[in-house]
């Protein structure tokens, strides 16, 4: 009895610390989020983006302790000490490892609506979408609520497979900052006679740290998704890999050995491999990858060029938003053994989940952004903007003048 006692505790103990290793990883991200905006966005607004992701994920923690996590999974932690350090503390753990995807939303957003935006009605939208919109669609996928996989699962013989949420997160987040991106309209001096007039990246080698970290992180964010030592999976780590190199050599080749491209490229493909990172082959993988990529090049300059009010400064819609959609229909095509991989998905339910999260994410977005722009507003002045949102809001610029 010892013996088994002793095994149960060594096993809790190894789990939490497994998922806490994990939430340290997608922590670690949000420094990589930080740095890619940071160097994207011009000089006078370097501050702006550092502070951003810092407050939105100190708003997000709160929003989803108290809110958000139990809209999602029914639980709260309204209790003693003593039963909360149950199993060694593993749900507490298992809430901060999710609180970090959750915070992952704003961080998304941030990207897109970056070098106009106010401070505080956006950091507002944070904790709104934090607490109610996203942890709605998560409830939905990862904790069966509301009968919608259920549904599913009858309809089509399996549910909605998004293991490591390329919708849940990274979709939503997309598709929540494509509707404060049109709401917001396009930055001033962006679009001159009909032409888009280029903004060139501040700091490159700051954008290529912000790709490197969040790169390094995402194996914490896919892998870990497993959340207990027994679901563990090296396919899961491998098919992160080979989306990821598959995502920088297409991105490569169609952006024209473009910096900004490259380095977003491995992040396409770990957007698009998160759905169906623990069922596909790795060529599979590789191949999501590729596409993921692809489609982040191209979407990125169509959009730009083509829709005027869509001016999405690190391209978080076509990165997040749509290579997001890819990657969970990507699940459905290889995660289908006839393809190598281990079955039980179905491409329909992919599909449906799918614009299930673009609905509930564009919706939620535009109620949210809507809503508070009829408030206070959203965007700064045009002489807030000229003058940068460092100084604007900050009233302090990244670097010193001496």
């Given at each position: 009895?010892?013996?088994?006692?002793?095994?149960?505790?060594?096993?809790?103990?190894?789990?939490?610390?497994?998922?806490?290793?994990?939430?340290?990883?997608?922590?670690?991200?949000?420094?990589?989020?930080?740095?890619?905006?940071?160097?994207?966005?011009?000089?006078?607004?370097?501050?702006?983006?550092?502070?951003?992701?810092?407050?939105?994920?100190?708003?997000?923690?709160?929003?989803?302790?108290?809110?958000?996590?139990?809209?999602?999974?029914?639980?709260?932690?309204?209790?003693?000490?003593?039963?909360?350090?149950?199993?060694?503390?593993y749900d507490l753990v298992k809430f901060f490892f999710l609180m970090t995807f959750a915070?992952?939303?704003?961080?998304?957003?941030?990207?897109?609506?970056?070098?106009?935006?106010?401070f505080y009605p956006m950091l507002l939208a944070s904790g709104l979408i934090v607490a109610?919109?996203?942890?709605?669609?998560?409830?939905?996928?990862?904790?069966?609520?509301?009968?919608?996989?259920?549904?599913?699962?009858?309809?089509?013989?399996?549910?909605?497979?998004?293991?490591?949420?390329?919708?849940?997160?990274?979709?939503?987040?997309?598709?929540?900052?494509?509707?404060?991106?049109?709401?917001?309209?396009?930055?001033?001096?962006?679009?001159?006679?009909?032409?888009?007039?280029?903004?060139?990246?501040?700091?490159?080698?700051?954008?290529?740290?912000?790709?490197?970290?969040?790169?390094?992180?995402?194996?914490?964010?896919?892998?870990?998704?497993?959340?207990?030592?027994?679901?563990?999976?090296g396919l899961v780590a491998v098919n992160s890999l080979m989306a990821m190199v598959g995502?920088?050599?297409?991105?490569?080749?169609?952006?024209?050995?473009?910096?900004?491209?490259?380095?977003?490229?491995?992040?396409?493909?770990?957007?698009?491999?998160?759905?169906?990172?623990?069922?596909?082959?790795?060529?599979?993988?590789?191949?999501?990858?590729?596409?993921?990529?692809?489609?982040?090049?191209?979407?990125?300059?169509?959009?730009?060029?083509?829709?005027?009010?869509?001016?999405?400064?690190?391209?978080?819609?076509?990165?997040?938003?749509?290579?997001?959609?890819?990657?969970?229909?990507?699940?459905?095509?290889?995660?289908?053994?006839?393809?190598?991989?281990?079955?039980?998905?179905?491409?329909?339910?992919?599909?449906?989940?799918?614009?299930?999260?673009?609905?509930?994410?564009?919706?939620?977005?535009?109620?949210?952004?809507?809503?508070?722009?009829?408030?206070?507003?959203?965007?700064?002045?045009?002489?807030?903007?000229?003058?940068?949102?460092?100084?604007?809001?900050?009233?302090?610029?990244?670097?010193?003048?001496?």
């Amino acid at each position: 009895m010892d013996i088994t006692s002793a095994v149960h505790t060594l096993t809790e103990s190894a789990n939490t610390l497994f998922i806490l290793i994990g939430a340290i990883m997608v922590l670690a991200m949000h420094a990589g989020f930080a740095f890619l905006e940071v160097g994207t966005v011009r000089h006078k607004n370097q501050v702006n983006a550092l502070v951003k992701i810092m407050t939105d994920f100190g708003v997000s923690a709160v929003a989803y302790f108290f809110v958000g996590y139990y809209i999602a999974y029914g639980s709260h932690f309204m209790a003693g000490a003593t039963e909360l350090t149950a199993a060694n503390g593993y749900d507490l753990v298992k809430f901060f490892f999710l609180m970090t995807f959750a915070a992952a939303i704003p961080a998304i957003v941030s990207g897109g609506i970056a070098e106009r935006a106010k401070f505080y009605p956006m950091l507002l939208a944070s904790g709104l979408i934090v607490a109610f919109v996203y942890p709605f669609f998560e409830g939905m996928i990862w904790n069966g609520n509301y009968g919608f996989q259920s549904w599913l699962e009858n309809q089509f013989g399996a549910g909605f497979h998004d293991f490591a949420g390329s919708v849940v997160v990274h979709a939503v987040g997309g598709w929540i900052a494509l509707a404060a991106v049109l709401l917001l309209g396009a930055r001033n001096g962006r679009y001159r006679n009909g032409k888009v007039v280029a903004f060139a990246p501040s700091n490159i080698p700051f954008l290529a740290l912000g790709a490197w970290i969040l790169t390094v992180g995402w194996f914490g964010f896919n892998v870990m998704s497993a959340q207990t030592l027994d679901g563990i999976s090296g396919l899961v780590a491998v098919n992160s890999l080979m989306a990821m190199v598959g995502g920088v050599l297409v991105a490569m080749l169609v952006g024209r050995k473009d910096p900004g491209f490259i380095h977003n490229g491995p992040l396409a493909g770990l957007v698009a491999v998160c759905a169906g990172s623990d069922l596909m082959h790795p060529v599979g993988a590789l191949i999501t990858g590729g596409v993921a990529g692809a489609v982040f090049v191209y979407l990125f300059e169509w959009a730009q060029a083509k829709i005027e009010r869509l001016d999405d400064v690190l391209g978080v819609w076509p990165l997040h938003g749509v290579c997001g959609v890819w990657g969970a229909i990507a699940a459905g095509i290889f995660g289908q053994e006839a393809l190598g991989g281990l079955g039980g998905v179905s491409l329909m339910s992919q599909i449906i989940g799918s614009v299930a999260g673009v609905v509930v994410a564009f919706g939620g977005g535009l109620i949210v952004y809507g809503v508070i722009s009829a408030i206070s507003g959203l965007r700064l002045t045009e002489e807030e903007e000229f003058n940068g949102a460092d100084v604007s809001i900050h009233k302090i610029g990244a670097t010193s003048m001496d």
